[in-house]
DNA sequence: TGAATTTAGTTGACTTGGAAAGTGTTTTCA
DNA sequence: TGAAAACACTTTCCAAGTCAACTAAATTCA
Protein backbone atom coordinates (compact mmCIF):
# COMPACT_ATOMS: atom_id res chain seq x y z
CA UNK A 1 0.00 0.00 0.00
CA UNK A 2 2.06 3.42 -1.37
CA UNK A 3 0.91 5.59 1.88
CA UNK A 4 1.89 9.10 0.18
CA UNK A 5 -1.74 9.25 -1.77
CA UNK A 6 -4.76 9.18 -0.26
CA UNK A 7 -6.19 4.85 0.07
CA UNK A 8 -9.45 5.88 -1.86
CA UNK A 9 -7.67 7.44 -4.69
CA UNK A 10 -5.29 5.00 -4.51
CA UNK A 11 -7.48 2.45 -4.46
CA UNK A 12 -9.61 4.09 -6.93
CA UNK A 13 -6.52 4.60 -9.22
CA UNK A 14 -5.72 0.68 -9.37
CA UNK A 15 -9.31 -0.15 -9.79
CA UNK A 16 -9.12 1.92 -13.01
CA UNK A 17 -6.03 0.65 -14.12
CA UNK A 18 -6.91 -2.99 -14.01
CA UNK A 19 -10.13 -2.13 -15.45
CA UNK A 20 -9.32 0.16 -17.96
CA UNK A 21 -6.50 -2.29 -19.73
CA UNK A 22 -9.54 -5.11 -19.87
CA UNK A 23 -12.33 -2.48 -21.03
CA UNK A 24 -9.84 -0.79 -23.35
CA UNK A 25 -9.22 -4.35 -25.12
CA UNK A 26 -12.38 -5.28 -24.75
CA UNK A 27 -13.74 -2.38 -26.35
CA UNK A 28 -11.29 -2.28 -29.13
CA UNK A 29 -12.36 -5.20 -30.53
CA UNK A 30 -15.58 -4.90 -30.43
CA UNK A 31 -15.72 -1.30 -32.13
CA UNK A 32 -15.10 -3.39 -34.85
CA UNK A 33 -18.98 -4.55 -34.74
CA UNK A 34 -19.74 -1.14 -34.47
CA UNK A 35 -21.03 -1.77 -30.51
CA UNK A 36 -20.03 -0.33 -27.38
CA UNK A 37 -18.57 -2.25 -24.36
CA UNK A 38 -21.94 -1.27 -22.41
CA UNK A 39 -24.10 -1.59 -25.19
CA UNK A 40 -22.86 -5.70 -25.19
CA UNK A 41 -23.42 -6.21 -21.55
CA UNK A 42 -27.07 -4.90 -21.76
CA UNK A 43 -27.22 -7.35 -24.86
CA UNK A 44 -26.11 -10.21 -23.14
CA UNK A 45 -28.84 -9.26 -20.53
CA UNK A 46 -31.68 -8.72 -22.68
CA UNK A 47 -30.73 -12.71 -24.38
CA UNK A 48 -32.27 -14.15 -21.08
CA UNK A 49 -34.01 -11.28 -18.98
CA UNK A 50 -37.02 -10.35 -20.89
CA UNK A 51 -38.87 -7.69 -19.00
CA UNK A 52 -36.15 -5.51 -17.46
CA UNK A 53 -37.34 -1.90 -17.52
CA UNK A 54 -34.66 0.62 -18.09
CA UNK A 55 -34.69 1.16 -14.02
CA UNK A 56 -33.75 -2.76 -13.70
CA UNK A 57 -30.53 -1.67 -16.04
CA UNK A 58 -29.44 1.67 -15.44
CA UNK A 59 -29.31 -0.79 -11.76
CA UNK A 60 -27.40 -3.30 -12.99
CA UNK A 61 -25.44 -2.14 -15.49
CA UNK A 62 -24.10 1.11 -13.53
CA UNK A 63 -25.69 3.68 -15.83
CA UNK A 64 -27.58 6.81 -15.13
CA UNK A 65 -30.94 7.18 -16.81
CA UNK A 66 -30.10 9.67 -19.17
CA UNK A 67 -26.91 7.80 -20.30
CA UNK A 68 -29.16 4.94 -20.80
CA UNK A 69 -31.82 6.57 -22.63
CA UNK A 70 -29.63 7.69 -24.90
CA UNK A 71 -27.13 4.48 -25.42
CA UNK A 72 -30.77 2.93 -26.11
CA UNK A 73 -32.03 5.72 -28.88
CA UNK A 74 -28.62 4.47 -30.05
CA UNK A 75 -29.03 0.78 -29.66
CA UNK A 76 -32.53 1.42 -31.37
CA UNK A 77 -31.54 3.70 -34.25
CA UNK A 78 -29.05 0.46 -34.95
CA UNK A 79 -31.75 -1.79 -35.05
CA UNK A 80 -30.57 -4.07 -32.51
CA UNK A 81 -33.58 -3.81 -29.52
CA UNK A 82 -36.64 -2.15 -29.66
CA UNK A 83 -38.84 -0.51 -26.85
CA UNK A 84 -42.09 -2.04 -25.74
CA UNK A 85 -44.10 0.11 -23.42
CA UNK A 86 -44.64 -2.07 -20.05
CA UNK A 87 -47.90 -3.50 -19.38
CA UNK A 88 -47.96 -3.42 -16.00
CA UNK A 89 -46.84 0.07 -15.81
CA UNK A 90 -47.13 2.65 -18.94
CA UNK A 91 -44.56 4.48 -17.41
CA UNK A 92 -42.12 1.57 -17.93
CA UNK A 93 -40.22 0.39 -20.78
CA UNK A 94 -39.07 -3.14 -21.22
CA UNK A 95 -36.56 -3.94 -24.11
CA UNK A 96 -36.54 -6.32 -26.40
CA UNK A 97 -33.99 -7.86 -28.99
CA UNK A 98 -35.15 -7.75 -32.40
CA UNK A 99 -33.82 -10.69 -34.74
CA UNK A 100 -30.92 -8.62 -35.91
CA UNK A 101 -29.65 -8.30 -32.34
CA UNK A 102 -30.26 -11.82 -31.58
CA UNK A 103 -28.08 -12.47 -34.45
CA UNK A 104 -25.29 -9.99 -33.79
CA UNK A 105 -24.23 -11.39 -30.51
CA UNK A 106 -23.98 -14.63 -31.86
CA UNK A 107 -21.37 -13.20 -34.39
CA UNK A 108 -19.99 -11.30 -31.48
CA UNK A 109 -19.49 -13.85 -29.12
CA UNK A 110 -18.52 -16.77 -32.06
CA UNK A 111 -15.22 -13.99 -32.18
CA UNK A 112 -14.98 -12.79 -28.79
CA UNK A 113 -15.10 -15.98 -26.97
CA UNK A 114 -11.75 -17.57 -28.72
CA UNK A 115 -9.97 -14.75 -26.86
CA UNK A 116 -11.67 -15.60 -23.83
CA UNK A 117 -10.29 -18.92 -23.32
CA UNK A 118 -6.63 -17.06 -23.78
CA UNK A 119 -7.43 -14.30 -21.27
CA UNK A 120 -8.64 -16.76 -18.44
CA UNK A 121 -5.35 -18.66 -19.06
CA UNK A 122 -3.24 -15.60 -18.48
CA UNK A 123 -5.32 -14.65 -15.21
CA UNK A 124 -5.43 -17.90 -14.19
CA UNK A 125 -8.81 -19.89 -12.47
CA UNK A 126 -7.23 -19.80 -9.17
CA UNK A 127 -6.46 -15.79 -9.36
CA UNK A 128 -9.80 -14.76 -10.98
CA UNK A 129 -11.79 -17.00 -8.39
CA UNK A 130 -10.02 -14.98 -5.37
CA UNK A 131 -10.83 -11.25 -8.08
CA UNK A 132 -14.21 -12.52 -8.03
CA UNK A 133 -13.97 -12.64 -4.48
CA UNK A 134 -12.70 -9.25 -3.50
CA UNK A 135 -14.79 -7.68 -5.94
CA UNK A 136 -18.13 -9.45 -4.90
CA UNK A 137 -17.00 -7.99 -1.46
CA UNK A 138 -15.85 -4.57 -2.60
CA UNK A 139 -18.66 -3.77 -4.61
CA UNK A 140 -20.92 -4.76 -1.27
CA UNK A 141 -19.52 -2.11 0.43
CA UNK A 142 -21.54 1.17 0.84
CA UNK A 143 -19.87 3.87 0.15
CA UNK A 144 -22.44 6.31 1.27
CA UNK B 1 -17.47 -17.44 -12.17
CA UNK B 2 -20.86 -16.45 -14.66
CA UNK B 3 -20.54 -18.89 -17.37
CA UNK B 4 -23.01 -16.97 -19.52
CA UNK B 5 -21.30 -14.09 -19.95
CA UNK B 6 -17.39 -13.88 -21.59
CA UNK B 7 -14.72 -13.74 -19.33
CA UNK B 8 -13.64 -10.15 -20.69
CA UNK B 9 -17.15 -8.89 -20.05
CA UNK B 10 -17.77 -10.48 -17.17
CA UNK B 11 -14.27 -9.24 -15.29
CA UNK B 12 -14.87 -5.85 -17.36
CA UNK B 13 -17.64 -5.28 -15.61
CA UNK B 14 -17.22 -6.33 -11.95
CA UNK B 15 -14.02 -4.30 -12.06
CA UNK B 16 -16.12 -1.43 -13.56
CA UNK B 17 -18.86 -2.03 -10.39
CA UNK B 18 -16.19 -1.87 -7.89
CA UNK B 19 -14.21 1.18 -9.24
CA UNK B 20 -17.05 2.67 -9.77
CA UNK B 21 -17.96 2.80 -5.94
CA UNK B 22 -15.00 3.73 -4.98
CA UNK B 23 -14.84 6.52 -7.86
CA UNK B 24 -18.14 7.82 -7.30
CA UNK B 25 -17.39 8.32 -3.73
CA UNK B 26 -14.07 9.99 -3.91
CA UNK B 27 -15.88 12.32 -7.41
CA UNK B 28 -18.65 13.28 -4.94
CA UNK B 29 -16.43 14.52 -1.90
CA UNK B 30 -13.53 16.10 -4.16
CA UNK B 31 -16.24 18.10 -6.12
CA UNK B 32 -16.87 19.89 -2.91
CA UNK B 33 -13.64 21.77 -3.66
CA UNK B 34 -13.96 22.10 -7.55
CA UNK B 35 -11.72 18.96 -8.22
CA UNK B 36 -11.78 15.97 -10.35
CA UNK B 37 -10.86 13.19 -9.61
CA UNK B 38 -7.86 12.79 -12.34
CA UNK B 39 -6.76 16.35 -11.30
CA UNK B 40 -6.83 15.33 -7.46
CA UNK B 41 -4.62 12.08 -8.56
CA UNK B 42 -2.21 14.22 -10.20
CA UNK B 43 -1.90 16.91 -7.44
CA UNK B 44 -0.75 14.42 -5.69
CA UNK B 45 2.24 13.13 -8.12
CA UNK B 46 3.61 16.44 -8.46
CA UNK B 47 3.69 17.05 -4.83
CA UNK B 48 6.63 14.56 -5.29
CA UNK B 49 7.66 14.41 -8.62
CA UNK B 50 9.08 17.92 -10.14
CA UNK B 51 9.98 17.27 -13.43
CA UNK B 52 7.39 14.89 -14.90
CA UNK B 53 6.43 15.52 -18.33
CA UNK B 54 2.47 15.34 -20.06
CA UNK B 55 3.64 12.32 -21.67
CA UNK B 56 5.07 10.87 -18.16
CA UNK B 57 1.93 11.84 -16.51
CA UNK B 58 -0.69 10.62 -19.22
CA UNK B 59 0.54 7.29 -18.45
CA UNK B 60 1.12 6.87 -15.10
CA UNK B 61 -2.55 8.36 -15.15
CA UNK B 62 -3.96 6.56 -18.05
CA UNK B 63 -4.59 9.32 -19.78
CA UNK B 64 -5.03 9.98 -23.74
CA UNK B 65 -2.62 13.09 -24.19
CA UNK B 66 -5.51 14.90 -25.67
CA UNK B 67 -7.36 14.36 -22.75
CA UNK B 68 -4.89 15.35 -20.38
CA UNK B 69 -4.24 18.44 -22.30
CA UNK B 70 -7.52 19.46 -21.34
CA UNK B 71 -7.92 18.59 -18.13
CA UNK B 72 -4.66 20.57 -17.35
CA UNK B 73 -5.81 23.49 -19.50
CA UNK B 74 -8.63 23.49 -16.36
CA UNK B 75 -6.27 23.36 -13.84
CA UNK B 76 -3.76 25.96 -15.13
CA UNK B 77 -7.11 28.37 -15.69
CA UNK B 78 -7.70 27.21 -12.10
CA UNK B 79 -4.49 28.47 -10.73
CA UNK B 80 -3.37 25.15 -9.12
CA UNK B 81 -0.55 24.17 -11.44
CA UNK B 82 0.90 25.90 -14.93
CA UNK B 83 3.06 24.94 -17.24
CA UNK B 84 6.67 25.19 -17.98
CA UNK B 85 9.45 24.59 -20.80
CA UNK B 86 11.57 21.71 -20.09
CA UNK B 87 15.40 22.29 -20.31
CA UNK B 88 16.50 20.09 -21.76
CA UNK B 89 13.66 19.58 -24.52
CA UNK B 90 11.89 22.25 -25.54
CA UNK B 91 9.21 19.88 -26.51
CA UNK B 92 8.22 19.00 -23.41
CA UNK B 93 5.91 20.98 -20.48
CA UNK B 94 6.62 19.94 -17.04
CA UNK B 95 3.60 20.98 -14.80
CA UNK B 96 4.41 22.30 -11.56
CA UNK B 97 2.13 22.84 -8.27
CA UNK B 98 1.34 26.75 -7.60
CA UNK B 99 1.10 27.88 -4.21
CA UNK B 100 -2.23 28.11 -4.50
CA UNK B 101 -2.43 24.22 -5.58
CA UNK B 102 -0.40 23.50 -2.58
CA UNK B 103 -2.57 25.09 -0.33
CA UNK B 104 -5.50 23.27 -2.15
CA UNK B 105 -4.06 19.69 -1.65
CA UNK B 106 -3.54 20.34 1.90
CA UNK B 107 -7.21 21.90 2.58
CA UNK B 108 -8.76 18.35 0.41
CA UNK B 109 -6.10 15.61 2.30
CA UNK B 110 -7.59 17.27 5.60
CA UNK B 111 -11.11 16.38 5.00
CA UNK B 112 -10.66 13.17 3.25
CA UNK B 113 -7.91 11.71 5.20
CA UNK B 114 -10.61 11.20 7.90
CA UNK B 115 -12.85 8.61 5.90
CA UNK B 116 -9.73 7.34 4.48
CA UNK B 117 -9.14 5.73 8.00
CA UNK B 118 -13.15 4.12 7.67
CA UNK B 119 -12.45 2.90 4.58
CA UNK B 120 -9.53 1.08 4.97
CA UNK B 121 -10.90 -0.56 7.78
CA UNK B 122 -13.90 -1.54 5.85
CA UNK B 123 -12.04 -2.88 3.22
CA UNK B 124 -9.64 -4.90 5.96
CA UNK B 125 -5.57 -4.91 5.59
CA UNK B 126 -5.75 -8.46 4.49
CA UNK B 127 -8.04 -7.84 1.91
CA UNK B 128 -6.76 -5.12 0.72
CA UNK B 129 -3.39 -6.64 0.66
CA UNK B 130 -5.10 -9.52 -1.51
CA UNK B 131 -6.51 -6.67 -3.73
CA UNK B 132 -2.84 -5.10 -4.79
CA UNK B 133 -1.04 -8.27 -5.19
CA UNK B 134 -4.47 -9.23 -7.69
CA UNK B 135 -4.84 -5.97 -9.37
CA UNK B 136 -0.98 -5.35 -9.74
CA UNK B 137 -0.69 -9.00 -11.30
CA UNK B 138 -4.03 -8.22 -14.44
CA UNK B 139 -2.39 -4.71 -14.29
CA UNK B 140 0.66 -6.13 -15.86
CA UNK B 141 -1.52 -8.09 -17.99
CA UNK B 142 -0.50 -7.21 -21.73
CA UNK B 143 -4.08 -7.48 -23.50
CA UNK B 144 -2.74 -6.46 -26.58
C1' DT C 1 -62.88 11.13 -5.44
C1' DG C 2 -59.33 14.27 -6.83
C1' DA C 3 -55.45 17.44 -5.73
C1' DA C 4 -50.75 16.71 -4.36
C1' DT C 5 -46.90 13.73 -4.48
C1' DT C 6 -44.03 10.22 -6.21
C1' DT C 7 -42.15 7.58 -9.89
C1' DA C 8 -40.17 6.17 -14.75
C1' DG C 9 -38.24 7.77 -18.27
C1' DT C 10 -36.77 11.55 -21.56
C1' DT C 11 -34.95 16.03 -23.13
C1' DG C 12 -31.66 19.85 -23.42
C1' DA C 13 -27.69 22.54 -22.11
C1' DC C 14 -23.32 21.87 -20.82
C1' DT C 15 -18.89 19.31 -19.76
C1' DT C 16 -15.66 15.87 -20.64
C1' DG C 17 -13.39 12.20 -23.49
C1' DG C 18 -11.19 10.38 -27.81
C1' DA C 19 -9.30 9.89 -32.78
C1' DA C 20 -6.92 12.12 -36.09
C1' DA C 21 -4.66 15.90 -37.93
C1' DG C 22 -1.56 19.87 -36.94
C1' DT C 23 2.63 22.53 -34.93
C1' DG C 24 7.01 23.08 -33.60
C1' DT C 25 11.34 20.61 -31.76
C1' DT C 26 14.73 17.03 -31.80
C1' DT C 27 16.98 13.09 -33.79
C1' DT C 28 18.57 10.20 -37.50
C1' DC C 29 21.47 9.07 -41.15
C1' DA C 30 22.82 9.52 -46.16
C1' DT D 1 25.30 19.21 -42.86
C1' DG D 2 20.51 19.08 -43.92
C1' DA D 3 16.36 16.57 -45.55
C1' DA D 4 13.44 13.11 -43.62
C1' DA D 5 11.62 10.85 -39.75
C1' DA D 6 10.37 10.67 -35.05
C1' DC D 7 8.70 12.88 -31.10
C1' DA D 8 5.92 15.80 -27.48
C1' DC D 9 2.29 18.11 -27.12
C1' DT D 10 -1.95 20.73 -28.79
C1' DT D 11 -6.05 21.64 -31.59
C1' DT D 12 -10.21 20.36 -33.79
C1' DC D 13 -14.25 18.03 -34.31
C1' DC D 14 -17.38 14.77 -32.92
C1' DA D 15 -19.14 11.17 -29.46
C1' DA D 16 -20.61 10.26 -24.94
C1' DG D 17 -21.63 11.49 -19.99
C1' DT D 18 -23.95 14.49 -16.36
C1' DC D 19 -27.19 17.64 -14.03
C1' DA D 20 -31.43 19.71 -13.82
C1' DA D 21 -35.76 20.44 -15.70
C1' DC D 22 -39.63 18.26 -17.93
C1' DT D 23 -43.65 14.91 -19.31
C1' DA D 24 -46.80 11.62 -18.34
C1' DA D 25 -48.44 7.73 -15.47
C1' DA D 26 -49.30 5.87 -10.93
C1' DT D 27 -49.94 6.39 -6.05
C1' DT D 28 -51.19 8.67 -1.74
C1' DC D 29 -54.32 10.40 1.48
C1' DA D 30 -57.39 14.28 3.14
Chains 1, 2 share one sequence.
Do not use: C
Amino acid sequence: MQSKYTVQSYISYSLATAHRKIHTSLTRRLKEFGVQVEAWRIMEILETETDFTMGDLAEVVLMNPPTLTKLVDRMVSDGIVHRRIANRDHRQVNLVLTELGLKRIHQIREQVQIEDDEIFRRIGSEKAKMLHTILTEIGDLDLQ
